[in-house]
């Protein structure tokens, strides 16, 4: 047996899996050990300093692959924002096949990767925002549910009901279930529910080829679903990060703070304090992305052998549903 869904069609993979375009993780090791193993590897644009970093990266990534990967290209407000057109040159330029784009006001990039006919994923945690980028032109969907790392949204509606939403709104587009899956049995109850497939995040930084230091993969392989803080849902920016002392402290300003006045929060909250938590170790040294899916990830198994567990689990699955179906023939009496 073998996978045979709307999306490893579309993008010519074996294992309907994609690797979460992951800040600060998502490089051209981790992207290309997915894409070898059968899934979709995603290298992360905004990781890059620059785009002809990016350029690099990409040929780096090509160099240890010949199977098909991505780029994430995520959209966030920012005083100083990066440099998204020359991203898009240079994604456009080394003929990068698939684009995840996600964030805010996605339209004017999502028109200019589609006329030079790459095939986008967007990302969207409301059926609201998944069929306004359909209306763009979109792909395919990646329904990130409110279990999610990251940012999980304003709506705060679960895998479970986002994604039959999701089967019941977006007629045949085809969309990826995202958020709490880690295994070959989430992966079945993503395609039982209308899903081509699963995104997986917090899986994938714990595993070998995740370019993280060992400290925050023990501790995610030590915490469970309940080690998890939403953070900065006063400023509409609401995201999931591990629980830890800078993730209490960014509740007790946000909590308690007379003025909006986001800059208070700031130091706590830095992205570059997060970057370092990654590189070096020190888990409570900032804040960083880890979903409730913790609670199911017990190991550090290298990328091949986490996927070909999930296929093996997910086909076996399949297989003992169907005799479970086989049970209720007319003739069986209850
Ligand atoms: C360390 C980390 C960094 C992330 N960075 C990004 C990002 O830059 N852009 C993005 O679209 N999603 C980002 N995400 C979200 C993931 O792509 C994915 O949607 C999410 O992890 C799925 O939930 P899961 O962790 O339960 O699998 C990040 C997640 C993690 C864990």
Redesign the pocket.
């Known amino acids: 047996m073998s996978f045979d869904t709307a999306l490893t069609r579309l993008l010519g993979i074996k294992i309907p899996v994609v690797q979460?375009?992951?800040?600060?993780?998502a490089y051209a090791e981790l992207a290309a050990a997915v894409s070898n193993a059968g899934g979709l590897g995603i290298i992360?644009a905004?990781t890059q300093p620059d785009p002809e970093s990016l350029r690099q990266e990409i040929r780096k990534t090509r160099s240890l692959t010949k199977f098909p990967f991505g780029v994430?290209l995520?959209l966030l407000p920012a005083l100083n924002p990066p440099d998204y057109p020359g991203f898009i040159k240079v994604i456009i330029e080394e003929n990068i096949r698939i684009v995840e784009t996600?964030g805010n006001s996605p339209g004017p990039v999502i028109k200019r990767l589609k006329e030079a006919g790459i095939i986008v994923i967007h990302?969207a945690t409301t059926i609201r925002h998944a069929k306004a980028a359909i209306r763009l032109g979109v792909d395919v969907l990646s329904i990130?549910g409110f279990?999610?790392?990251?940012h999980v949204g304003e709506s705060d509606i679960a895998s479970l009901i986002l994604n039959s939403r999701a089967r019941q709104e977006l007629g045949n587009v085809p969309f990826i279930a995202?958020?709490?899956?880690a295994d070959g049995y989430g992966l079945v109850s993503a395609l039982s529910l209308g899903a081509a497939g699963i995104?997986?995040?917090?899986?994938f930084?714990c595993t070998v080829e995740a370019p993280i230091h060992p400290n925050v993969k023990q501790a995610i392989v030590d915490a469970d679903e309940h080690q998890t803080t939403l953070i900065l849902r006063r400023w509409k920016n609401t995201s999931r990060m591990y629980s830890n002392s800078q993730t209490k402290k960014a509740i007790e300003i946000e909590t308690q703070s007379v003025s909006d006045d986001f800059a208070q929060v700031a130091p706590v909250v830095s992205g570059a304090k997060g970057r370092e938590v990654l590189l070096k170790g020190d888990i409570e040294h900032g804040v960083?992305?880890?979903?409730?899916?913790m609670g199911l990830i017990h190991d550090v198994p290298t990328v091949a052998d986490l996927l070909q567990r999930i296929e093996k689990e997910a086909l076996g699955t399949i297989q003992k549903l169907s005799k479970v179906a086989a049970h209720i023939t007319p003739q069986s009496k209850l």
């Open positions: 979460g375009g992951l800040q600060w993780v992360n905004l994430n995520t996600a990302k990130d279990e999610c790392a990251g995202s958020g709490g899956f995104n997986m995040g917090t899986r930084m960083w992305y880890a979903g409730q899916v």
